[in-house]
Structure formats: structure tokens, C-alpha cells
């Protein structure tokens, strides 16, 4: 039996029964002929709470290399590996001034999740550079490439957790980047910070620096303290729901989404309710970051749950949103 702890940012103590890394095609295909359709796979665990204590057969995507596919003198198509790790590789295309994505710098995890949840930061998400993905389809063990229409992006989604969700394993992912980047520094902390800096013309790197000076004070380490990032998604509600909620609390951050529909941060939603710092046992909100909900040391991922769905009822209570989990319940 192989203990789990070491494989989810949330520490939580759940066991498996077998625990496999899988680093090419053909080794994915051997194991799915093994062990089934239904096993669970990981990256590096940073999206994941682990509500189940044991599983039966888990698998960890360790596919690695990063290829240049095709270029010329404006963009460079870059095929990576699913396994490799999301920061390091943003890194290395900063280092080849190789342009957009480092906004998404020091963002835990593995390139192969990031197109399902459409990971997003800073003014940016890795939609606008992503071309196409491959993926195995777990039952008929056949290689599929989703181009970027097909993917269903959105605000933290994708058609990977929709339709087709668990349908798919994503082996490669390949990117367009630009070689003569514009910096965005359209995002108000990074302008700001840039600014402290005296810096009026960022770089790409500049860019990168400074996303990763702000989120390393801002946001908990789970290698200091488990957690997984924000737990939830920042509500999109319609308009008129937001002119009657305005009514009550004027001071309301908002952001539009379209014509139609706002975003409402969910951390000023969770703040608002008293909730931010709020703990009970050994999980809670970050004292922070009312988003993002720590374990403190030993919490089980019943008890994390738990707390979520406490802190989805109150905030409801108050003000008749629903906060949406953005974190995979396993
Ligand atoms: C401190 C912290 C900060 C974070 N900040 C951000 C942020 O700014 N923006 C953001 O968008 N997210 C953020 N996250 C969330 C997380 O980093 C991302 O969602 C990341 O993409 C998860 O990668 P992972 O490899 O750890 O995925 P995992 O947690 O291992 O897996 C997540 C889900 O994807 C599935 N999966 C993983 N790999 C594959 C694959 N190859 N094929 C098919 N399915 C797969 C898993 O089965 C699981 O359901 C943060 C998390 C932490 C801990």
C-alpha cells in the first residue's frame, strides 16, 4: 500500500493500492491494458482534494521533452511533454524570449493539466497560446490531437472537464510562441509592481519576475502549508442579478464579463462573510487568501470538504450566489 501525501499540495494521507509513473505512450497503453479504464491520473497533485482515503490504481504522468515543431522569424510551435513541470517550462521559453506565457510563471503543476482547467493568471490564460493537445483515449487506447476549437476553453474549463471528461489522457501539448513578444502588463498588481521597479518597458522576463515576486508573497506555499490555490471559481452571475445585489452592498467589486454577465471575486464574497482566516480543526481559510482553504497539518479530505461546502452555504446565506468548486473532488 503507497501513501498518497507526497503527491497531492493539499498533504492529505489518503493510501492507493498501486501507484505507477508512466513516461511514454507505449508504457500508458501497457498500464491501461493492466489496470483498467478507471484508474485516476495525477500531475503533481495541485488540483486535487482527496476526499476518497484509498484508491484503488493511481497513475502519475512523468512524459517528458520539450520539441520545436516549426518556426520562423515571428512565432515558434513548441511541442511539450504533459509531464513536464508548468513553471519550469514557462522558464525556459522566457529564457528563449519566447512570448506568452509568462504571466502564468509559478503556477504549481504539470503542463498536461493545464489545458483542462484552462489555467489562468495575471491577465492571462493558456488558451491564447495553446494550439493543440494529444491525448489517449483510455478505453480504445487510440491517439487523438484536440486542436483549440475543440477544446471548449473558458473561465477555468474546458470540454476535458465536461463532455469528455475521464475519457482522455493528455500525453502532449503544443504551443505557439511570438519572437518578437509584447510584454502584458495590463494586469493592476503587475503594472503596479513594474512601476515600484522604475521598469516603463518590460521585457518578457520582466514580466516573469515580477509575477513571481508577487505571487510568492502573496499566496500560501503548500510546500509551508497544504493547499491547492484558489478552492473556488469567482462567480459570473447576469446583470440584473448584480443590480439587485449592488442595491445591498455598494461597495462590491465587479468585473464584466460581456454584455451580459459580471464577475464577482469570491474571495471578497468569502471575506464579506467572516470567513477569511476562519478555521475549525486542522483546515480553515488562509488568514491571507480567504480562497484558498489550508490544512493546517493533519485534516482529512472529508474535513476539507466539509469546510468547503460550510463556506459555500454561508456565503449563499449572504448573498444568494453560489461559489462553484474549482478544485477536482476526488
Ligand atoms: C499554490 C497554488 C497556486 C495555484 N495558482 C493557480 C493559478 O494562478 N491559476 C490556475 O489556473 N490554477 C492555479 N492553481 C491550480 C493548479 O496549479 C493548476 O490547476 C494546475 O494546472 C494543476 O496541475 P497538476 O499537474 O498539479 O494537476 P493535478 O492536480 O495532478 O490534476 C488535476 C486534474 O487534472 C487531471 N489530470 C492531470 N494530468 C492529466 C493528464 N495528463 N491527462 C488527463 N487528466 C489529467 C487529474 O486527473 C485531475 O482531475 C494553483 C494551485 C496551487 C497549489
Redesign the pocket.
Known amino acids: 500500500m503507497k501513501n498518497l501525501l507526497a503527491y497531492?499540495?493539499f498533504k492529505i494521507n489518503s493510501t492507493c493500492d498501486n501507484l505507477f509513473e508512466f513516461y511514454d505512450i507505449a508504457g500508458l497503453k501497457l498500464l491501461l491494458t493492466s489496470y483498467g479504464s478507471g484508474v485516476?491520473?495525477?500531475?503533481?497533485?495541485?488540483?486535487?482534494l482527496m476526499m476518497t482515503s484509498h484508491f484503488d490504481t493511481i497513475f502519475i504522468?512523468r512524459i517528458k521533452g520539450i520539441q520545436i515543431l516549426d518556426e520562423n522569424e515571428d512565432y515558434c510551435l513548441v511541442e511539450v511533454g504533459?509531464?513536464e513541470n508548468?513553471h519550469q517550462f514557462v522558464m525556459w521559453a522566457v529564457y528563449h524570449n519566447l512570448g506568452g506565457l509568462e504571466n502564468?510563471a509559478l503556477?504549481?503543476?504539470?503542463v498536461?493539466?493545464?489545458p483542462?482547467?484552462?489555467?489562468?493568471?495575471y491577465g492571462t490564460e493558456q488558451q491564447s497560446s495553446f494550439v493543440s493537445l494529444k491525448?489517449l483515449n483510455r478505453k480504445g487506447l487510440f491517439t487523438t490531437v484536440f486542436e483549440n476549437a475543440v477544446c471548449e476553453f473558458g473561465y477555468?474549463d474546458s470540454v476535458?472537464k465536461n463532455e469528455l471528461k475521464?475519457q482522455?489522457?493528455?500525453?502532449h501539448v503544443t504551443y505557439r510562441f511570438d519572437k518578437k513578444p509584447i510584454a502584458n502588463n495590463s494586469y493592476k498588481d503587475v503594472k503596479e509592481k513594474l512601476q515600484s521597479k522604475n521598469i516603463t518597458h518590460p521585457s518578457i522576463k520582466d514580466i516573469a519576475e515580477t509575477v513571481i515576486e508577487i505571487?510568492s508573497a502573496k499566496?500560501?506555499?503548500?510546500k509551508v502549508i497544504g493547499?491547492?490555490?484558489?478552492f473556488f471559481k469567482n462567480p459570473v452571475i447576469s446583470k440584473s442579478a448584480f443590480e439587485n445585489l449592488v442595491v445591498n452592498f455598494p461597495d462590491m467589486p465587479h468585473y464584466l464579463v460581456d454584455e451580459s454577465f459580471i464577475k464577482i471575486p469570491a474571495a471578497w464574497l468569502i471575506d464579506q462573510s467572516g470567513l477569511k482566516g476562519y478555521r475549525k480543526g486542522d483546515t480553515g481559510t488562509h488568514i491571507n487568501q480567504a480562497l484558498?482553504i489550508v490544512n493546517h497539518g493533519s485534516a482529512t479530505g472529508e474535513e476539507i470538504f466539509d469546510m468547503a461546502m460550510h463556506i459555500q452555504k454561508v456565503v449563499f446565506e449572504k448573498f444568494k450566489v453560489t461559489i462553484e468548486p474549482?478544485v477536482?473532488i476526488?
Open positions: 497531492n499540495t485516476k491520473v495525477l500531475g503533481g497533485g495541485s488540483n486535487v504522468n504533459a509531464g508548468w502564468l503556477i504549481p503543476g504539470t498536461g493539466a493545464a483542462i482547467q484552462n489555467i489562468g493568471a491525448a477555468r476535458f475521464d482522455f489522457i493528455i500525453t505571487r499566496l500560501p506555499d503548500p493547499n491547492a490555490g484558489s484558498v474549482e477536482n476526488w
